[in-house]
């Protein structure tokens, strides 16, 4: 018992010696908020930074979708499957246009809603943009609001506990329940989200493109049951969305 609470003491101290530094633990298993006060880092700081290289990348696709920069809004949708992050954006007054896909270089776990913490599934749903974390131990990175509601009533009803969290979309390639997309396409999507805003910012999370194809039968009868309501909720969303899938574009493209 004396080992047990001398070793969470010095977990504890390490967790609190990393903050000191300016660390941000994140991923399915971080134990501390991502929300974190920086030093130095901010989103302004990092707009300065990357803002005009990313909006040369990204100003192409707006172009070519005939959609404003900055948008009035935006949709990013995760397919687990296909591996892509689709962006999809809005003016004021006009309807949601394509705009580009990026390959997601990193996302673990199988087909699958996320049930717990440490089970290393990347959520499926409809969730929001939370908050932007301009110094990420992945470059940079979008916070995704798992575990929504749905997820909490879910999970009440199961009387499942320890949901997990710090769910996001960021740089690098490694993941733990998180959508790497390399370093740049992290800084791209940064830039949008901060000056489109995120609140105004939609995320849905796919085992697949619902548009294209479904989940195969035995895959759908080993998940739990709800699971094809939720899947439901992800197509009718999806339904609204403009066109077709596009492929991602490579790395740096």
């Not at 246009?97 to 996302?107: D, K, N, Q, S, T």
Request: glycine residues 12%.
């Amino acid at each position: 018992m004396q080992f047990q609470e001398a070793k969470t003491g010095w977990v504890a101290l390490i967790v609190v010696g990393l903050l000191a530094l300016g660390f941000v633990l994140e991923g399915d298993s971080a134990p501390v908020s991502h929300r974190v006060f920086d030093r130095g880092m901010t989103v302004a700081s990092r707009l300065a930074q990357y803002g005009e290289a990313a909006r040369a990348r990204l100003a192409p696709a707006f172009g070519a979708a005939g959609a404003p920069y900055p948008p009035a809004r935006v949709v990013f949708v995760g397919l687990k499957r296909e591996r892509a992050l689709e962006v999809y954006a809005a003016g004021p007054a006009g309807g949601l246009r394509f705009v580009r896909a990026y390959p997601i270089l990193g996302a673990s776990g199988t087909i699958g809603p996320k049930l717990r913490e440490g089970d290393r599934q990347v959520p499926e749903g409809l969730y929001r943009i939370e908050s932007l974390n301009p110094r990420s131990r992945y470059h940079l990175s979008l916070r995704v609001s798992y575990p929504n509601a749905f997820d909490r009533e879910t999970a009440r009803r199961e009387g499942r506990t320890n949901l997990g969290g710090d769910i996001m979309i960021h740089g690098g390639t490694g993941s733990v329940g998180c959508l790497a997309m390399g370093d740049e396409a992290a800084e791209d999507l940064f830039v949008l989200a901060a000056e489109t805003g995120p609140e105004r910012i939609e995320v849905f999370l796919s085992p697949v493109d619902f548009r294209r194809a479904d989940v195969e039968r035995e895959t759908l009868d080993a998940l739990p049951p709800w699971t094809e309501g939720l899947y439901a909720q992800i197509k009718a969303a999806m339904a609204r969305l403009p066109g077709q899938a596009r492929a991602p574009a490579p790395p740096g493209g």
